[in-house]
């Protein structure tokens, strides 16, 4: 098998593993082909696996080590690259640094992807950079200019054959704009056809993670639309293809929002310890912090104070066991009071 077969392979099982939510074993595949042992970045990896690699890393919080790949492949990309690859490697830049709080490189990378890809023939590429774009201006919060941002990039999309579930990300996220904002109410059109667009699409991490989202979006509206989707049903099917891709961290992410949703006390109590488990099973002290909280507070709303005050000495030590994790990314919650965009 030649260097490029074997590259291709790579790419392709990488790709496979992140449907599936394994993002850190598809990091690890990736480094092995993109990384030689000096790490320098070889030129002519400046491509979709680079890009996919500093995707991988986001995922699993690693953003240092994207912004390390991505700023070493920038100057190549600005010498050789050609507009469509400034498009992409300046827009995933721009994404981290927004991520991290970073508004003003956040800005000046946004700034010049949307750039890029307006001089290109690639409607997809503009309408990502769109979205990206629409975030920041709402994190930042011009709401006007994100609102165009998002109503373009949809603009955009309709022109796509094949646009790889952004359509219902950049639905996703005008759908929290205008239900957190002071614009008109979120109409039952635009909620159908966020539901359509996830559903509508292959089981994959990313399906179940936008079915999760758009079931809080609903949850969170105070008269959302009589025909809305329904919250726990959108959940019950996330956790069902979770488990079936073996994603044990979205499934945990599934049964921690069914514990909270409703239903009586036992049941809340033991999704959440369901939860809790599969928490504990992917190594994620951030999401174990959460579920743990979510039990405590529950054990004391049935007047249970011991197992309440043990289980909030549990987030203790959740916290104590990785704080940078917890605490990496949290650029969005502290300037918008929303830690999730898509």
Not at 314 to 328: F, Q, Y
Request: include cysteine; hydrophobic fraction near 35%; aromatic fraction near 6%.
């Amino acid at each position: 098998m030649d260097r490029h077969t074997e590259k291709s392979k790579t790419f392709e099982e990488g790709e496979e593993l992140c449907r599936n939510g394994d993002f850190g074993h598809a990091a690890q595949l990736w480094e092995q082909s993109l990384i030689p042992s000096d790490g320098e970045v070889e030129a002519g990896s400046v491509s979709d696996p680079l890009i996919h690699l500093t995707h991988a890393y986001q995922a699993i919080g690693h953003y240092e080590n994207a912004l390390s790949l991505l700023n070493a492949a920038l100057p190549f990309t600005e010498r050789q690259g050609g507009t469509l690859l400034k498009a992409l490697i300046n827009s995933r830049l721009g994404d981290i640094h927004l991520r991290l709080g970073e508004m003003t490189q956040a800005e000046q990378c946004l700034k010049k992807s949307v750039e890029a890809a307006r001089s290109t023939d690639d409607p997809l590429i503009l309408a990502s950079a769109l979205n990206h774009m629409g975030i920041f201006h709402a994190v930042d919060e011009d709401h006007e200019a994100a609102l165009l941002a998002w109503q373009e990039s949809l603009e955009r999309l309709d022109s796509v054959a094949d646009e790889d579930g952004l359509r219902s990300k950049v639905l996703l996220n005008l759908i929290r704009f205008k239900s957190h904002g002071e614009y008109e109410d979120v109409s039952m059109a635009e909620l159908e056809d966020a539901h359509s667009q996830i559903t509508g699409q292959p089981d994959s991490h990313a399906k179940v993670a936008d079915m999760i989202a758009l079931s809080l979006l609903v949850s969170d509206m105070e008269s959302p639309a009589p025909l809305a989707p329904d919250p726990a049903s959108l959940l019950k099917d996330a956790r069902r293809i979770a488990e079936s891709l073996g994603d044990t961290r979205m499934a945990s992410y599934a049964c921690g929002y069914l514990g909270k949703s409703g239903g009586n006390d036992a049941e809340a109590v033991r999704l959440t310890r369901e939860a809790i488990f599969l928490a504990q099973q992917t190594r994620s002290p951030e999401i174990l912090y959460r579920w743990q909280w979510q039990l405590g507070r529950l054990f004391r709303a049935q007047g249970d104070g011991a197992r309440s005050i043990r289980h909030y000495q549990a987030i203790r030590s959740a916290w104590n066991s990785s704080p940078d994790t917890m605490t990496k990314g949290t650029g969005l919650r502290r300037r918008s009071g929303r830690s999730v965009w898509n």
